[in-house]
């Protein structure tokens, strides 16, 4: 197990644990205190059935409700990882892959990529299910949520503990895009 930390850094340079090191207790990465949580702890899926209320002129699921849908599961994620009411701060890389109809499903999964500070990174998948059982990616998203206190100012999160390779790789990505994005911003 080892916590999102940049492989660069030793542990100490800047008051966070270094690769490897133990998730307990102590100060994250991102200045958080506490105990740092897999992504796995905060995992989130949702089931919706499209239904008449959900579809657009042509037939097909309105993208601004397969959007709403997302963001709720992006909230509830990063809530779970928190422990704090979050606010949307920012959706990276909406693509819409695949269309969805009336009475098939829309699976909805969410989970921690990054942590920063008082943010998170989380990725969001939908896929669509027919009546066949057959399933094909719908969307994909990342969403920086913030964790708020109860004046709805931002408050650290816990580190994100890194688990496998894939969220080892999906940290780096992770750091490149909040490299591109606070670029973005600076414009």
């Not at 042509?58 to 849908?69: D, E, P, V």
């Amino acid at each position: 197990m080892v916590t999102g930390k940049s492989p660069e850094k030793s542990a100490g340079q800047d008051g966070s644990r270094g690769a490897g090191q133990s998730p307990e207790g102590g100060v994250g990465q991102d200045g958080a205190r506490g105990v740092g949580k897999s992504a796995r702890e905060s995992r989130t899926e949702q089931i919706q059935v499209v239904q008449q209320q959900h579809i657009n002129g042509y037939r097909r699921l309105f993208g601004g409700q397969l959007m709403a849908w997302m963001d709720v599961v992006a909230g509830v994620t990063a809530r779970r990882h928190s422990g704090h009411i979050v606010t949307t701060a920012f959706v990276d890389n909406l693509e819409f892959l695949a269309p969805a109809y009336i009475d098939n499903l829309v699976i909805i999964n969410g989970r921690v990529t990054h942590t920063g500070r008082t943010s998170m990174e989380v990725l969001v998948e939908a896929d669509t299910e027919a009546m066949d059982s057959s399933r094909r990616p719908l969307n994909q998203a990342y969403f920086v949520m913030v964790a708020l206190d109860e004046t709805d100012r931002p408050v650290p999160v816990p580190p994100l503990i890194l688990e496998t390779e894939e969220e080892r790789r999906e940290w780096a990505a992770a750091e490149k895009r909040r490299a591109y994005r606070q670029g973005y911003r600076q414009k």
